[in-house]
């Protein structure tokens, strides 16, 4: 067979791009601690997951995998009351017959920043509250990057409990993502509830509120890596006002809720993400998700990055680029 630099080259190049390993690719999970430190190392997202809550049926999990458009290669698990309790709260009572939100989650490109779909089931959206920018905005502030994920149910939900399956697929993967992160970030999601509840005819403003937050989270960072002094509650609150300002919806945010959101900002100060070097350099790929993006779809991509199609493009870029390999050593042999 007559060899093709041009397809070998091309392909090889995808099948970089699809295992992440391109130049400067950047790492897909950061634990949130300093850098410098051997437990500020940072994780690549290894497999693809689907994790089911614990109150579906066989029958719909069935179905759900055809909502995720989940192949083979997709990991199975279940998020249970254990689980809630485990990553989102242990003050909240819940059953495992109450889980019903599910997600799947997979490696996105390098630099992607965090994208969510929240899809219709049986041509119905099911997740009454949490919105996709929210979703996407507060898995980067616990630290998570780089990936795709998609959330769904079978019956109306208000979809606080997505994130639980969103962690305990990253702790399935061999990720440990900080306690106080994970609780910092889950804080964000309920300070931002009320503010998108009360502007829930403006399909534009979870992206431009969840933007805003991005923009004064890395703020925060930035400050406390130059070794600066922290930021008081009043400085946390005059940037966050400034960063509605610059999206256009100081007006549209209650004193309430910037007072709520500024809480919790604080919070993310002290917590050991704002520490993270990972974390300033990635969050502005998600700001650039969410900043301009209106209702449920952020991801435009049809199929996941590493599913059986994407395996054989990788595959096959391999055996091209062993036969192009091969080819150089028989011009110098």
Do not use: C
């Not at 309790?85 to 495992?96: A, G, L, R, V």
């Not at 002290?270 to 993006?293: E, G, M, R």
């Amino acid at each position: 067979m007559k060899f093709n630099f041009k397809k070998a080259a091309a392909l090889f190049l995808a099948a970089l791009t699809l295992s992440g390993i391109s130049a400067g690719a950047s790492t897909a999970f950061a634990d949130g601690t300093d850098d410098s430190s051997s437990s500020g190392s940072t994780h690549t997202l290894n497999s693809s997951y689907v994790v089911y809550g614990a109150g579906t049926s066989s029958e719909v999990r069935s179905k759900l995998d055809d909502v995720f458009q989940a192949d083979s290669s997709f990991k199975k698990l279940t998020a249970t009351a254990a689980d809630y309790s485990k990553y989102i709260s242990q003050q909240d009572n819940t059953t495992d017959a109450a889980m019903i939100s599910s997600v799947a989650i997979a490696p996105g490109d390098p630099g992607s920043g965090v994208k969510v779909n929240i899809k219709n089931y049986d041509g119905e959206n099911n997740i009454t509250k949490v919105t996709s920018q929210q979703y996407a905005m507060v898995a980067q502030m616990a630290g998570v990057t780089d990936v795709s994920i998609v959330v769904t149910a079978n019956r109306p939900v208000s979809g606080e409990s997505a994130l639980t399956g969103v962690y305990k697929a990253l702790a399935t993967d061999g990720v440990s993502l900080n306690t106080q992160n994970t609780s910092t970030a889950n804080q964000m999601l309920e300070a931002t509830q009320p503010a998108i509840d009360a502007n829930k005819d403006d399909k534009t403003y979870p992206g431009k509120l969840m933007a805003a937050i991005g923009d004064v989270s890395k703020q925060l960072a930035e400050m406390k890596q130059d070794n600066k002094d922290l930021a008081t509650k009043q400085d946390i609150q005059d940037m966050l006002n400034k960063a509605l300002e610059k999206r256009g919806i100081e007006d549209k945010t209650s004193s309430t809720n910037v007072t709520q959101i500024t809480n919790v900002l604080f919070n993310f100060q002290n917590s050991p993400i704002s520490s993270s070097k990972n974390y300033v350099k990635n969050v502005d790929n998600t700001i650039n998700n969410v900043k301009n993006s209106a209702g449920n779809l952020m991801n435009k991509a049809k199929n996941w990055a590493n599913s059986q199609s994407g395996k054989k493009t990788i595959s096959e870029a391999k055996s091209l680029w062993q036969k192009f390999v091969d080819w150089v050593k028989g011009l110098f042999s």
